[in-house]
């Protein structure tokens, strides 16, 4: 009996009959074998006839395995169900989970084998190591079933991409109850066409869930005014050691659009685009915690080149943001309509905006809070603000224990502030504004409020330290 069909719970001949004989996939009849070369696969499921328009509704195949697995059986017994039993997936506990199978190098396959998981309430699925699943094939806007369950997909070096050729369409969704789990698998090329549902290679609906690990998100997009480039995550979706790269959306979120909850973990954000807000992150009312994590080099229209949060919260740790643009305001990161950003051992470093603030902005009534970190480099041409803008109603940002050094912008090069400015142990020093003096303030440019304690050093910033409204302990 195949491996990719077996059920190893030990229930009754009977059922185990039934259940090998339902592959709940039309047209899998016929399916053709692994193409191989030079020990990396790369399999279509264009090659075969009658396999052009397959779909994922039920229908009955005996196999020729399944035949010879029945005939075995009856001579032989049940005794190679022990070694069935061990074939399992361990999950956090220890235990296993569900029933593991073997996917061949053949996109079809994959695809009768996450129909039939999901109808067995689970299973993992090991890919073939250097196989690359070329998807051609389309069912409701997606390339490979809906996940209802949990479901495991463990990669060796795998790849699942949309054909070049093939009709645009999202990889993966993930509906309010499945769980799906990405190990050591590249997801490629997806393209997310559906109405209010994006992520080319991953949508997570409410109360669904995604985890990946040693997962690489590249090349994926969005058309219309989906967001979320790789992911549209709507329920929890986890990233460890993973990477999101060279991601599109034409609205916000060229990464990942989010309004769930998104952890992030020893991961990395490069090269990512939106037409609008978040080059890598967009965030919309929910919640983000990233440990370790680079943002370098994405590109927003509108605001935050690499992250952009309206309402919601930002927690990040350790992590660095580096080398991102965009047109209009928070080069680095962008913060309005009353979120929330936490920032802690970060850096902030060579970021552009053209609006204003190069490396943060932190607008209508937000709250930025920044620890034992580096602002440094940034640069802003337009409203001011080479390192941080703080601007609109009472928006607050608050820096302990931070350097901001070596910003430049038209003026306010380390920070141009309207609304409320708290310092404490702070160093402001070496920031250039362009605008000459005595208007120019390379330091701290002030219409707002700021409070400052005795550990804190505003010095060295040209033309001037502050400029506008006093701020304790500035001079000159």
Request: aromatic share 4%; net charge positive.
């Amino acid at each position: 009996m195949s491996n990719y069909l077996r059920k190893n719970d030990g229930e009754g001949t009977a059922k185990r009959r039934r259940l090998r004989k339902v592959w709940l996939a039309s047209g899998v009849a016929g399916l053709t074998g692994v193409v191989s070369l030079a020990g990396v696969g790369v399999a279509t499921s264009a090659g075969a006839a009658g396999l052009t328009h397959l779909k994922w509704s039920s229908a009955e195949q005996v196999t020729q395995d399944d035949a010879r697995g029945d005939q075995y059986e009856r001579e032989h017994g049940r005794d190679d169900r022990k070694d069935d039993r061990g074939k399992e997936d361990r999950d956090k506990d220890g235990r296993e989970h569900g029933r593991v199978r073997e996917v061949p190098c053949d996109p079809n396959r994959l695809i009768a084998a996450i129909t039939l998981a999901n109808a067995e309430q689970g299973a993992t699925l090991k890919l073939a190591a250097g196989c690359t699943y070329s998807l051609t094939t389309t069912q409701s806007g997606l390339g490979l079933p809906p996940i209802t369950q949990q479901i495991t997909i463990k990669g060796e070096k795998s790849t699942i991409v949309r054909a070049a050729a093939a009709a645009q369409f999202g990889i993966f969704r993930v509906d309010g109850g499945g769980d799906l789990r990405l190990e050591d698998v590249t997801v490629k090329g997806g393209q997310a066409t559906l109405f209010n549902q994006g992520g080319g290679a991953i949508f997570v609906a409410p109360g669904g869930t995604a985890r990946l690990k040693d997962t690489h998100l590249v090349d994926n997009s969005t058309t219309g005014v989906n967001a979320g480039g790789a992911i549209d995550n709507r329920g929890t979706t986890e990233l460890e050691k993973s990477t999101v790269d060279r991601n599109i959306s034409v609205v916000a979120g060229g990464g990942i659009n989010n309004t769930g909850l998104l952890k992030l973990k020893e991961s990395r954000f490069d090269s990512n685009s939106a037409g609008a807000a978040g080059g890598a992150i967009n965030n919309f009312g929910g919640t983000v915690q990233g440990y370790k994590v680079e943002f370098k080099s994405n590109r927003a229209i509108g605001g935050g080149g690499a992250i952009a949060t309206t309402g919601g919260i930002i927690d990040l740790h350790d992590s660095q943001v580096t080398g991102n643009n965009a047109v209009g305001f928070g080069g680095g990161i962008f913060t309005a309509a009353g979120a929330r950003t936490n920032l802690r051992n970060v850096t902030v470093a060579n970021n552009a905006a053209a609006g204003g603030g190069g490396g943060l902005t932190n607008t209508t009534a937000s709250t930025t809070t920044v620890e034992d970190s580096k602002i440094v480099g940034n640069t802003s041409n337009g409203a001011g603000g080479g390192g941080i803008l703080n601007t609109i109603l009472d928006s607050t940002v608050t820096l302990r224990n931070t350097e901001v050094n070596g910003n430049q912008s038209t003026n306010g090069g380390g920070i141009l502030n309207t609304a409320i400015l708290r310092l404490t142990t702070t160093k402001i020093t070496n920031n250039t504004a362009l605008a000459p003096a005595p208007g120019g303030a390379g330091g701290i440019l002030n219409t707002g409020a700021v409070t400052t304690d005795p550990h804190t050093v505003i010095v060295g910033n040209r033309p001037t330290n502050c400029v506008g409204n006093p701020v304790p302990n500035c001079f000159g």
